[in-house]
């Protein structure tokens, strides 16, 4: 499978908001001049309002990509643009300035926070370093902050974050992620750690703001279900390649790569009574340092052959703007049932928790559903 090729890339028509350009990032294993080769040349881009879904297995490079994103590692090569400006070839002090506009919410909410400060503070402390407003102005803007996200302000002022909740903590992350009004999100796992009734009501929380604030997100995760829930369009990620980028509904209804298919089918059905979905995969992935040759997937694949240990493929489009990097893409529809999904989706789009019933979260007209913990 590959990142190499451009075809998946939208034109100057689209009002693009970021842009990455055959990424690179390698990291040195020890003194042995051996290397791991995290993200091997992918490329993508994001419209302005648009929320991508990057999905992979563990280990497949996908936060990697969100901090190289940021300069959090620099990239080993590639560009990254970002409104225009090229982030590679900024000095320090401009690429700082620069994440102003592009935030971070990290998977462990907790760890994130400053365990010595009060919350309040936490989320005040990015306005102080960039002396945004009067003081006034700023304990106004975070009042209105904490509530968006559904954190009593008062509360904030004389608790630390380990008197909150998991969900609580990272709904605090978020705040501290709005309160420098960014254009762009980089969500890194933000729910993963969460139990799943609270996944649900932040994945909510993260769809009202970014219709309140005017966000771009970069949606990491593992859990293809959590991805199609709020992602507009979805990449998926294998051994640091690109293998498969489309539409969300597309995709989940007519994979064609055969890792996308497997990700898929490995999906737990909440029925105790329902048949397992047919799926061979070979082995675990192979190490980052030596990769395979060809496709990277190929010692995994069931569909693979010659051509597949020799030849890297391209990504390539097999329907509107849905592109697959295979030699051998899966033919004709496949058959899996959305019932795997265990938060399933209504009319407007809007998760599901376990009981089937729909959670709302934040804004004016709906009140935040307290967190049970996690």
Request: aromatic share 4%; with cysteine.
């Amino acid at each position: 499978m590959a990142g190499t090729g451009d075809a998946h890339l939208r034109g100057t028509d689209a009002d693009i908001l970021l842009r990455v350009d055959d990424l690179v990032v390698e990291f040195p294993v020890g003194r042995t001049g051996l290397k791991v080769h995290a993200v091997s040349g992918i490329s993508f881009d994001i419209a302005r309002g648009e929320t991508l879904g990057l999905v992979g297995e563990s280990g497949c490079g996908k936060s990697t990509t969100g901090r190289a994103v940021m300069q959090l590692p620099e990239p080993t090569s590639g560009a990254v643009t970002f409104e225009g400006r090229e982030l590679t070839s900024l000095s320090r002090s401009e690429m700082r300035e620069a994440r102003t506009h592009m935030q971070m919410i990290f998977q462990d909410p907790i760890s994130s926070l400053n365990p010595r400060r009060k919350v309040r503070d936490i989320v005040l402390e990015p306005l102080h370093i960039w002396k945004k407003g009067t003081k006034a102005e700023r304990e106004t803007l975070v009042d209105k902050v904490l509530e968006d996200v559904g954190i009593d302000p008062e509360r904030a002022k004389t608790s630390q974050a380990h008197e909150f909740s998991g969900g609580q903590c990272q709904r605090i992350s978020i705040a501290r992620a709005l309160v420098l009004d960014p254009a762009l999100i980089i969500c890194d796992e933000p729910v993963s750690a969460l139990d799943v009734s609270v996944q649900a009501q932040v994945i909510n929380l993260l769809e009202d703001l970014k219709e309140r604030y005017g966000l771009t997100l970069v949606f990491i995760a593992h859990d293809l279900a959590v991805v199609k829930n709020i992602s507009d369009r979805v990449a998926v990620m294998y051994l640091g390649k690109l293998c498969e980028v489309g539409p969300s509904d597309e995709l989940y209804r007519q994979p064609l790569h055969p890792y996308t298919n497997l990700l898929l089918a490995s999906i737990p059905v909440p029925d105790p009574e329902a048949e397992a979905l047919p799926h061979e995969v070979v082995g675990e992935p192979p190490s980052p340092v030596l990769p395979p040759s060809g496709c990277r997937f190929h010692p995994r694949c069931p569909n693979a052959q010659d051509r597949c240990s020799a030849e890297e493929p391209k990504l390539r489009e097999m329907g509107e703007g849905h592109f697959v990097a295979c030699h051998f893409p899966v033919e004709g529809v496949v058959s899996w049932d959305e019932t795997v999904l265990a938060r399933q989706v209504t009319t407007d789009g809007r998760a599901h928790d376990a009981r089937d019933e729909p959670i709302t979260v934040g804004g004016n007209a709906t009140t935040p559903v307290p967190d049970s913990g996690g």
